[in-house]
Nanobody
Framework: QLQASGGGLVQAGGSLRLSCAAS????????IGWFRQAPGKEREGISC????????YYRDSVKGRFTISSDNAKNTVYLQMNSLKPEDTAVYYC?????????????????WGQGTLVTVSS
């Protein structure tokens, strides 16, 4: 089970840190992905990590601004988002893929958090 949190309203250029707390499995053993869905758009994968293999991925639009990390003691994955832009506005979801390496295909992820809204004002 996954619980996403940390969304909110922030001005352009600001920062937020999203958290994805897991229960029932160890986040460092599997692929954790962050996705977002803006109104009227499809859900897109923006970052993922499989800590056990050191594999990470960032979508081009967030490279250099977002950082994915994990805290094994808290069994939580984070998405640090800096230099936020209005186009980053979306509902953000975390999800776990128990089978595959880091990937951005939503269909491969079997368990999803409930989503947290990020709104970036201009």
């Amino acid at each position: 089970q996954l619980q996403a949190s940390g969304g909110g309203l922030v001005q352009a250029g600001g920062s937020l840190r999203l958290s994805c707390a897991a229960s029932g499995f160890t986040v460092d053993d599997y692929t954790i992905g962050w996705f977002r869905q803006a109104p009227g758009k499809e859900r897109e994968g923006i970052s993922c990590m499989r800590r056990s293999t050191g594999n990470t991925y960032y979508r081009d639009s967030v490279k250099g601004r977002f950082t994915i990390s994990s805290d094994n003691a808290k069994n939580t994955v984070y998405l640090q988002m800096n230099s936020l832009k209005p186009e980053d506005t979306a509902v953000y979801y975390c999800a776990v893929d128990f089978v595959y390496s880091c990937n951005t295909g939503p269909a491969k992820y079997s368990s999803w958090g409930q989503g947290t809204l990020v709104t970036v004002s201009s």
